[in-house]
């Protein structure tokens, strides 16, 4: 540790005196490329603004000193930006997962209370409702945390959830178990870079809904067609987590390989007149409609299509990215579609470490 504290400080020695005479040549260099301060235009700030943009434009070690931070950061400390933890083997982890927010026990129950409160909504319009109940990627695989430790204050909180759904008669999958079966094969069930699922997580998932489903609600969908899952061509994916860790084209050097994914399609075979025999909906209503967080509606994950495969009907992506399982929900309650055309079969995807944020989960009397 004590060389490795010496190399980074020659580092940084060598590349402060370099980025230092860098600036001041590229200062120097600009100094007749803008007008010369007048006195409104310092006192309003336009010129020092001006001189920034210029500066920046002129300055070329900006991004190689964000490369060369990251090298030391990764390389001595093995850290990242704020935002990753830095597991074994390759794999990051959101640091969402670690946190402890102030009264998480309270705004789990709260989440409890909202989908009861959901549920009956859903009910009085006919709808049942079935919870995929995503676990944290790092409870998953714990044994690739390193130097971290799964939290104790975030340890029951997927089995509190599952239990208090299971008493209310929500039907609510345990997506956990058979990940823990399943995750020492040859696929992995996270992306090691990103903090989705793989495909094979996603699909594994799929089949966990439908024999919820199937079991709480037999007889509710109709099976209308085999689909058919065609994996395509492998492509490189760079992993929502990899800006946290800007190593740049160094990161494989570091062991950060970026993740592969297939595309991945999910459609009705063709029938002997050569339409899709999906076809024989027409205008009828979609009897399954999906509502999450990116897992969902992200294509890339193949969520949806693997639903249409596994129930063999056609499914309505609800899903939306970035505003979380809660207001997705809100956001879809409120649609004037869903009270004009409502599903049979309503799948909620919730990914568990949102359970213990604080959220408005007012739903402004739309019930």
């Known amino acids: 540790m004590e060389n490795k504290s010496v190399y980074a400080a020659l580092f940084m020695i060598v590349f402060l005196a370099s980025t230092f005479l860098m600036a001041m040549g590229s200062i120097w260099s600009i100094r007749d490329k803008i007008e010369q301060p007048r006195f409104w235009n310092v006192i309003e700030g336009r010129w020092s603004l001006a001189f920034e943009r210029k500066l920046d434009e002129a300055v070329p070690v900006k991004e190689q000193g964000t490369h060369f931070w990251g090298l030391i950061n990764y390389a001595v400390f093995k850290d990242g930006k704020p935002g990753v933890l830095i597991g074994d083997d390759g794999w990051l982890f959101t640091n969402e997962e670690f946190m402890q927010y102030p009264g998480a026990r309270k705004q789990l129950m709260t989440k409890v209370d909202f989908v009861k409160e959901v549920n009956g909504i859903l009910n009085a319009h006919g709808v049942k409702l079935v919870i995929a109940l995503i676990p944290a990627k790092a409870r998953v695989y714990q044994d690739k945390l390193g130097r971290y430790k799964y939290p104790a204050y975030n340890e029951n909180n997927y089995n509190i959830f599952r239990k208090e759904m299971k008493e209310a008669k929500i039907p609510v999958t345990d997506i956990l178990w058979l990940m ?31 024999n919820a489903a199937n079991e709480a609600y ?44 297939k595309e991945v ?33 992200n294509t890339k994950w193949g969520f949806a299509g693997f639903l249409k495969e596994v129930f063999g009907t056609e499914v309505l992506n609800a899903a939306d990215e970035g505003k979380g399982p809660f207001e997705t929900m809100k956001q879809y309650l409120q649609d004037a579609a869903f009270k004009k055309t409502p599903p049979k079969l309503l799948v909620w995807e919730i990914p568990e470490r949102f359970l213990p944020v604080k959220y408005d989960l007012e739903l402004n009397g739309d019930k």
């Open 180 to 210: 823990n079966e399943k995750k020492n094969e040859d696929y992995k069930l996270f992306l090691k870079t990103d903090t989705h699922w793989s495909l094979a997580g996603a699909r594994m998932a799929a089949r966990l809904v439908a």
């Open 218 to 261: 037999p007889g509710l969908i109709e099976k209308k067609t085999n689909y058919v899952v065609d994996f395509g061509e492998i492509f490189p994916h760079d992993g929502d987590l990899m800006r946290y860790v800007p190593l740049g084209r160094s990161a494989e050097d570091f062991g950060l390989e970026r993740d592969s994914i």
């Open 265 to 297: 399609s999910v459609e009705a075979p063709m029938t002997a007149g050569g339409s899709a025999t999906d076809d024989l909906f027409g205008d009828s209503e979609i009897p399954i409609t999906l509502v999450g967080t990116s897992y969902s509606a």
